[in-house]
């Protein structure tokens, strides 16, 4: 999982400055006051870092190719399990509550993927995706590849109903390192994912009735032996669409993109 | 001509506003609205969000241009991926209210002086006049994601960063 959302390195200048005990009185005071080229710094209460560059200082291609490590990713996401799994009443609760962590970041990742994939940075995206094909493919492709660094693979559309599609991923990088305990098979951590998921298809404004993740061979009855095949950890990401969507879909037909 | 810019949420709620004048053709980048027409900026933008929700799912495009004209008002709009919606309402009106004595006489007697010749040639839904406010939409763009970057930016929360309004007004001042 790369790293790529600007983690707010400014606005907080206190821990540098406790680091260096005699100078930081002295040296504190200018911060707020000096520097021209913003718009009267002391003025508002905001408090800027010691190097004096805020978030619009940092270009949004900069992190594009860095990646975090697997290690670094794999605790944090367990204790945002464990997080999650206070005061939980069951496991839709809790697949629920993973599900809100993770939409958040779909939102934001729809405007920086859809940004970054601009040819360069001087002709920034002139379109977004609006019908749902564009949309999920987007989202199997770009989306995941910057998450996980390949591509889903598998993408269907289900033929029970319209408004579901199903995204599937082999081996979801999140569940990597989790085994679920016998009395919560239901459980899936892929919940995460499920939730970016569902941001990114509200955000741009294709609403979701739900996004879920499930292991393959269980809720679908689609056969036991799937758990023993090649891939143990298969996961469906089943994504329901409003019935709004659908229907605007059908009205504008092939229309654009 | 005065500009007036809002930011508007998935909600259609408010995030943002900014009005400014051109700093093209010597103007000093202060908005001249009427007095009297003034407060109706909101409203006017507002109602075109009606027409927002109709034409943004027609190609996809970010940029959907001019959309609405109410008088002598233009209003144009971009759309985020986000559907956060940026509206421009431009009003080439170059008149100066009778008691400018709080602003200086000077930049009133410049503006009244290309005021006459301007409002004549000038059509603000030209080929020109849309890129300019294009290339203005799309600098606001990337300070925008820069903002909903921040990870405790939360879906139609209100942009107060003295900052991205700073980076606004330059982006204003660059290219209207």
Redesign the interface.
């Known amino acids: 999982m790369s790293s790529s959302?600007?983690?707010?390195n400014p606005s907080f200048n206190s821990p540098q400055s406790a680091s260096t005990p005699p100078t930081a009185p002295a040296v504190r005071p200018p911060a707020p006051s000096g520097s021209a080229g913003?718009?009267?710094?002391g003025?508002?209460g905001?408090r800027y870092p010691s190097n004096r560059k805020?978030?619009?200082d940092?270009n949004?291609n900069r992190s594009k190719n860095a990646e975090l490590s697997r290690a670094a990713f794999a605790y944090l996401f367990v204790e945002m399990i464990s997080y999650a799994q206070r005061r939980v009443t069951g496991i839709a609760d809790l697949e629920k509550r993973l599900n809100e962590q993770g939409y958040?970041l779909g939102?934001?990742l729809?405007?920086?993927l859809?940004?970054r994939s601009a040819p360069s940075s001087t002709q920034?995206?002139?379109?977004?995706?609006?019908?749902i094909l564009?949309l999920l493919q987007f989202i199997t492709t770009t989306l995941w590849r910057h998450l996980f660094s390949r591509p889903a693979d598998a993408l269907e559309r289900s033929a029970a109903n319209a408004a579901e599609y199903m995204v599937s991923d082999n081996e979801p990088l999140v569940n990597s390192y989790i085994s679920v305990p016998r009395e919560m098979s239901q459980l899936n951590c892929a919940a995460f994912v499920a939730g970016i998921i569902e941001g990114v298809c509200d955000?741009?404004?294709l609403k979701t009735v739900s996004v879920s993740a499930h292991w393959v061979g269980e809720g679908d009855g689609g056969g036991a032996g799937a758990k023993e095949g090649m891939w143990p950890g298969k996961t469906i990401f089943l994504i329901k669409f409003a019935p709004e969507v659908i229907e605007?879909e059908e009205i504008?037909g092939g229309?654009?993109? | 001509m005065s500009y007036y810019f809002a930011i508007v949420g998935t909600q259609d709620n408010p995030l943002f506003e900014h009005e400014f004048g051109t700093s093209k053709q010597g103007g000093d980048g202060v908005a001249r609205f009427r007095e009297e027409a003034r407060h109706m900026n909101q409203f006017i933008v507002h109602s075109s969000l009606d027409i927002v929700d109709e034409v943004q799912w027609n190609g996809g495009q970010m940029y959907l241009k001019h959309i609405d004209r109410f008088h002598n008002n233009y209003i144009f709009c971009f759309i985020t991926a986000g559907s956060v919606k940026f509206l421009l309402l431009h009003n080439p009106d170059t008149h100066t209210p009778p008691n400018a004595s709080s602003r200086s006489s000077a930049a009133t007697a410049r503006t009244s002086a290309y005021g006459q010749s301007a409002s004549t040639t000038y059509n603000p839904t030209a080929p020109a006049v849309e890129e300019a406010i294009k290339n203005f939409f799309v600098e606001v763009y990337d300070v925008w994601v820069k903002t909903i970057m921040n990870p405790f930016f939360k879906l139609d929360m209100k942009v107060t960063s003295p900052v991205f309004r700073g980076r606004v007004a330059a982006a204003a001042r660059k290219h209207l």
Do not use: E, F, N
């Not at chain 1, 959302?5 to 707010?8: G, M």
């Not at chain 1, 920034?124 to 019908?131: F, L, N």
């Open positions: 959302r600007p983690l707010s913003t718009p009267q710094p003025h508002s905001l805020t978030i619009y940092r949004l958040p939102l934001k729809l405007d920086l859809l940004y920034p995206p002139t379109t977004r995706p609006t019908r564009p955000g741009a404004g605007r504008m229309k654009g993109g």
